[in-house]
């Protein structure tokens, strides 16, 4: 398993631009699967976007998409999630997952979770 560490969320506007950043420990980042999840009050974790182990596939909810962007840097061990026009009901608690298979678009992939950075959009 790999260690992650999330950063980036906070306070902004609709319309806003925020990029959150997950720092990832273990010599063994590169063979993993990465994802974004979201999780809001009341609700479930939900699936937000994954990118496979070299970056060249990546998949996001249709709630989401044409709006966030994935990508990873495997010779840092980060993944970033750029989101722009941001929404009130983008407002969640934002997760980086990673998993030991090349499966990124299967939300069951992920098996390591970070703790979480919040994200609030007002109207």
């Known amino acids: 398993q790999v260690q992650l560490v999330e950063s980036g969320g906070g306070l902004v506007q609709a319309g806003d631009s925020l990029r959150l950043s997950c720092a990832a420990s273990g010599r063994t980042f590169s063979r993993h699967a990465m994802g974004w999840f979201r999780q809001a009050p009341g609700t479930e974790r939900d699936f937000v976007s994954g990118i496979s182990w070299s970056g060249r596939s990546t998949y996001y909810a249709d709630s989401v998409k044409g709006r966030f962007t994935i990508s990873r840097d495997n010779a840092k061990n980060m993944v970033y999630l750029q989101m722009n026009s941001l929404k009130p009901e983008d407002t969640a608690v934002y997760y980086c997952?990673?998993?030991?298979?090349?499966?990124?678009?299967?939300?069951?992939?992920?098996?390591?979770w970070g703790q979480g950075t919040q994200v609030t959009v007002s109207s």
């Open positions: 997952a990673a998993g030991p298979s090349n499966s990124p678009s299967n939300p069951h992939t992920f098996n390591s």
